[in-house]
């Protein structure tokens, strides 16, 4: 069977997913089966046979698992989504078909990306502005202690989301570029290899953007997210693990400053390691539910609408706006504790299985890494991989307590316009580099003179 028939072969499971997904909930709500799972399952596979076929067309060699597998995901998202609220369900499904037109998009206008290296530069003062454009007035503003989000009008966009891939393909880049320095005249010192001054330099100016970030927008996850994809690029470019110790060193150094000196921060840090001191750090009642609801799933979960997750009426009087925004046991069900929500109404199991499909899809993209045909390609699909995997495991890691809770969302699975976007068009380059690297090579016609030396 071919690629391309496997990767359509995938797609089924996933539409069948939805349609049983969608028909569990509806019975436990209304006890009726409704066609509504049948619409939903019927539009998401022809939304999906549609960008199997523009693949199968424009980039016939690409990995055939990692749109089914991104398929997947959002097809959980969906199928959580409307658990929570049909509502919300019905946006993030408009969202899905503009992720995939965004896809499309990427595929035919960077179909040769190797032309992003002449414009690096430009491509990271880009990265550069859309990580400060929240704290510009009038469009950007606070959202939960943070700089996160701007504003025009009715619309709301995380710039952050696109951020990530700007600063992924600078950083392969210049990389690619400048690896050889890096290793070129390095010394060992206690055990560590250390570069020269002069060309330790892009990791002193890294370190600083990734601490200027969380002091200016307050963002610990992003911050974590980029200086870690930075360190695993560093690691991939010149293979000197003493980098990445170093890079971590100075890091946890600048953190721990400026967790003391901003409270936003501090308190994050404060509900991490005592969310049941007494009295309470301010804000730990998010982190308390979310693991409450995740040991009440226990191994099997409730069952998909089972969950208690809505309060009455008469216990929510204080709400202005509509659950699950106000009114939730659960704060931020549908962003940033939809983990939680899986776990709780699917179990263990389920939440582990969520996990290994982040999991194998860092696989493919690192499998295509190695496939890859020169040293820019490498870098850009272990860092667009790596990146990937950072987002995932900063949001799961904060919802099971591992690390601070962040505002990230859980890619193609939470709410949200500009986090599904931004992750079609990173799975459109995934694809691209994916399509040269498995492509055969040209067989030479036995006409061609041989030229003999």
């Known amino acids: 069977m071919s690629a391309r028939n496997r990767e359509l072969l995938a797609l089924v499971p996933v539409a069948l997913l939805v349609v049983a997904g969608f028909a569990a909930v509806l019975i436990v709500e209304s006890n009726k089966i409704s066609d509504v799972g049948l619409i939903y399952g019927g539009y998401f596979l022809a939304v999906c046979v549609g960008v199997h076929i523009f693949l199968r067309i424009?980039?016939?060699?690409?990995?055939?698992?990692?749109?089914?597998?991104?398929?997947?995901?959002?097809?959980?998202?969906?199928v959580v989504l409307f658990r929570i609220n049909d509502t919300l369900a019905l946006r993030q499904a408009t969202i899905f078909v503009a992720g995939a037109v965004l896809?499309?998009?990427t595929v035919v206008f960077l179909r040769d990306y190797t032309k992003l290296e002449r414009y690096r530069y430009l491509i990271a003062i880009l990265g550069i502005l859309l990580l400060l454009a929240p704290r510009l007035p009038g469009v950007g503003g606070l959202v939960n202690g943070a700089y996160l989000e701007i504003k025009l009008g009715p619309l709301s966009f995380q710039p952050a989301e696109l951020a990530k891939i700007c600063i992924v393909i600078f950083l392969a880049s210049y990389l690619h570029e400048h690896r050889e320095l890096l290793s070129v005249g390095a010394?060992?010192?206690?055990?560590?290899?250390?570069?020269?001054?002069?060309?330790?330099?892009?990791?002193?100016?890294?370190?600083?953007?990734a601490m200027v970030m969380l002091f200016v927008i307050r963002d610990v996850g992003s911050s974590l997210m980029f200086f870690g994809a930075f360190l695993a690029l560093l690691y991939i470019a010149t293979n000197r693990f003493s980098y990445v110790v170093i890079g971590l060193a100075l890091f946890a150094i600048g953190?721990?400053?400026?967790?003391?000196?901003?409270?936003?921060?501090?308190?994050?840090?404060?509900?991490?390691?005592?969310?049941?001191?007494?009295?309470e750090p301010f804000g730990a009642g998010q982190i308390q539910q979310s693991l409450f609801a995740q040991a009440d799933g226990g191994l099997f979960g409730t069952g998909l609408g089972d969950s208690l997750l809505k309060l009455p009426g008469p216990f929510?009087?204080?709400?202005?706006?509509?659950?699950?925004?106000?009114?939730?046991?659960?704060?931020?069900?549908?962003?940033?504790?939809?983990?939680?929500?899986v776990v709780s109404e699917l179990g263990l199991f389920g939440g582990?299985?969520?996990?290994?499909?982040?999991?194998?899809?860092?696989?493919?993209?690192?499998?295509?890494?190695?496939?890859?045909?020169?040293?820019?390609s490498k870098l850009l699909a272990a860092g667009l991989s790596t990146?990937?995997?950072?987002?995932?495991?900063v949001i799961v890691?904060?919802?099971?307590?591992?690390?601070?809770?962040?505002?990230?969302?859980?890619?193609?699975?939470?709410?949200?316009?500009?986090?599904?976007?931004?992750?079609?068009?990173?799975?459109?380059l995934l694809l691209v580099v994916s399509d040269r690297a498995r492509r055969p090579p040209p067989q030479r016609s036995p006409l061609d003179p041989v030229v003999r030396l």
């Open 58 to 78: 424009r980039v016939p060699y690409a990995d055939p698992y990692l749109f089914p597998l991104c398929a997947l995901l959002a097809a959980v998202g969906l």
């Open 103 to 105: 896809l499309a998009a």
């Open 316 to 341: 929510a009087p204080h709400c202005s706006v509509p659950f699950p925004d106000c009114g939730s046991i659960l704060p931020a069900p549908h962003t940033d504790e939809i983990y939680a929500v």
């Open 352 to 376: 582990v299985a969520l996990v290994a499909v982040y999991a194998l899809i860092g696989a493919r993209g690192f499998k295509t890494a190695v496939m890859a045909p020169d040293g820019f």
């Open 387 to 393: 990146v990937f995997m950072l987002q995932a495991f």
């Open 255 to 279: 953190a721990l400053i400026i967790q003391g000196e901003i409270s936003h921060i501090h308190d994050r840090v404060e509900i991490w390691l005592h969310p049941f001191a007494k009295p």
């Open 187 to 209: 010394r060992r010192i206690v055990g560590l290899t250390i570069p020269p001054l002069k060309h330790f330099g892009p990791l002193l100016v890294v370190w600083g953007a």
């Open 397 to 428: 890691g904060g919802v099971v307590k591992l690390i601070p809770l962040t505002g990230v969302t859980l890619p193609f699975v939470s709410y949200g316009g500009s986090s599904v976007i931004a992750n079609f068009i990173l799975l459109g």
